[in-house]
Nanobody
Framework: VQLQASRGGLVRPGGSLTLSCAAQ????????MAWYRQAPGKQRELVAS???????NYSVSVEGRFTISRDKDKNTVYLQMDMLKPEDTAVYYC????????????????WGQGTQVTVSS
């Protein structure tokens, strides 16, 4: 599966941004999709994941502010980010794997190229 993420950007604190990730391949409809992020000097961390059936899982740090969704007709997963904070600044990656929403990073076999999101005034 090949993944192509949309461009990120610079957003003011409190602002919103939506990332999208288009998948090419035959397994999108059955795979779990996820967004990860990696800030400078930190490990890559799960932001949110969504199963083929629509079950979701969020990091505590983004729950209530971010929303993950998927459009199976468009083979695309989205990450709606609201109430952004400076600590959300990171490179964001989409990923996919044949796993549950709570699976570890090792289960995600295909990754997008990463897109920079910067939250700053």
């Amino acid at each position: 599966v090949q993944l192509q993420a949309s461009r990120g950007g610079l957003v003011r604190p409190g602002g919103s941004l939506t990332l999208s990730c288009a998948a090419q391949g035959t397994f999108f409809s059955v795979n779990t999709m996820a967004w990860y992020r990696q800030a400078p000097g930190k490990q890559r961390e799960l932001v949110a994941s969504i199963s083929s059936g629509g079950s979701t899982n969020y990091s505590v740090s983004v729950e209530g502010r971010f929303t993950i969704s998927r459009d199976k007709d468009k083979n695309t997963v989205y990450l709606q980010m609201d109430m952004l904070k400076p600590e959300d600044t990171a490179v964001y990656y989409c990923a996919t794997g044949h796993c549950t929403v709570g699976a570890s990073t090792a289960w995600y076999k295909s990754w997008g190229q990463g897109t920079q999101v910067t939250v700053s005034s």
